[in-house]
C-alpha cells in the first residue's frame, strides 16, 4: 500500500542525517518498514491477494540488504535504527 505524502515527509524529518537528506539507508528502511506494516494489515484481510504477497517479499528483502549494508559501514548507526524502528536482529 502507497504511503502518502505527509506520512514519507514525517519519516524524511525524523531519520535524516543533514539538511536535504532524503535517500539515507535509515530514512529508506524506515519507509520500508512502515510500507511492509500495511501490507501486513492488508494481506490479515485478503489471504489470497497473491501480488501484495510478491511485493511484501521484495520489500522485506530490499530492506534487509539496506540493513546489512549499514552494519557493514555504520554499526552505530546499525543499532540506533534497529532500537527506534523496534526490529530484532
Do not use: F
Amino acid at each position: 500500500m502507497a504511503l502518502s505524502k505527509e506520512e514519507k515527509s514525517d519519516i524524511v524529518k525524523k531519520y535524516s542525517q543533514a539538511k536535504g537528506d532524503t535517500g539515507s539507508p535509515e530514512i529508506q528502511v524506515a519507509i520500508l518498514s512502515l510500507e511492509i506494516e500495511k501490507l501486513q494489515q492488508h494481506l490479515g484481510e485478503n489471504k489470497h491477494d497473491s501480488p501484495a504477497k510478491r511485493g511484501i517479499l521484495s520489500k522485506i528483502a530490499k530492506r534487509r540488504r539496506l540493513l546489512r549494508y549499514l552494519s557493514e559501514h555504520s554499526q552505530d548507526r546499525y543499532k540506533k535504527i534497529i532500537q527506534t524502528l523496534g526490529l530484532k536482529k
